[in-house]
């Protein structure tokens, strides 16, 4: 099975020592992406609907950089800062996973990097 590490200028840099995403000959596996704005690598003003979908669009272009797309998304995690975000975070999330949504965890964190509300991470199929 063969390792490749997935970059693009359309979501943010990490912002320590790991991968936007790898790619394997089956799979992609994402890293988590928080509502940065990739020009600017800072939060997007808003709250958690702002944040839920710039880390959506921050991950749907990973997931295409990878040469892939949202349809091919089999697994999500979504952590919460606050599980009191859940309703405003899930209606967002239903904008970008229709009718066959991926499997898909939530859970609620202690915190999250730059002082994020929201953050999600995927596994793909990849084509």
């Known amino acids: 099975m063969r390792k490749k590490v997935i970059h693009t200028e359309k979501a943010p840099k990490a912002i320590g020592p790991y991968s936007q995403a790898i790619r394997t000959d089956s799979f992609i596996f994402t890293a988590g992406q928080i509502g940065l704005d990739p020009t600017t690598g800072e939060l997007v003003a808003g709250a958690v609907e702002e944040q839920t979908r ?57 915190g999250l990097p730059k ?10 199929i990849a084509m």
């Open 115 to 124: 002082g994020g509300l929201v953050e999600v991470e995927a596994v793909v």
């Open 54 to 110: 710039q880390a959506l669009n921050n991950l749907r272009n990973v997931i295409e950089a990878a040469g892939s797309s949202m349809d091919n998304v089999v697994k999500t995690t979504v952590f919460l800062k606050d599980m009191a975000d859940f309703p405003k975070m899930n209606s967002i999330y239903a904008e970008y996973f229709g009718e066959n949504p991926p499997a898909r965890s939530t859970v609620a964190v202690a």
